[in-house]
């Protein structure tokens, strides 16, 4: 069992920077990949950007891919997502998720976080 808390969310003007972040407890971190997903109003959740277990191999949305880096901190067991050049459409509520490796990346997680609100305005 994995609990998740997020943090780091807010209001944002559009070109700006965000980081967000995950704290875990309960089990051991570095045993599960961990990603970052989000949902706008009126829209299914989403993939955002993921991590396997030692951080080593990273995956992005296309959306976000050169704008959003994930990374993560086995020995604090953390997971970050630093959100650069904001856009409006990126307003959501983001997630933090955890999974044991396997499978893909990109769906099928197991943990989930509360959320936290992220709002970039135009």
């Known amino acids: 069992q994995v609990q998740l808390v997020e943090s780091g969310g807010g209001l944002v003007q559009a070109g700006g920077s965000l980081r967000l972040s995950c704290a875990a407890s309960g089990s051991t971190f570095s045993m599960y990949a961990m990603g970052w997903f989000r949902q706008a109003p009126g829209k299914e959740r989403e993939f955002v950007a993921s991590s396997r277990r030692s951080g080593g191999s990273t995956y992005y949305a296309d959306a976000v891919k050169g704008r959003f880096t994930i990374s993560r901190d086995n020995a604090k067991n953390t997971v970050d997502l630093q959100m650069n050049s904001l856009k409006p459409e990126d307003t959501a509520i983001y997630y933090c998720?955890?999974?044991?490796?396997?499978?893909?990346?990109?769906?099928?997680?197991?943990?989930w976080g509360q959320g936290t609100q992220v709002t970039v305005s135009s």
């Open positions: 998720a955890s999974k044991k490796p396997m499978g893909t990346m990109t769906a099928s997680y197991d943990y």
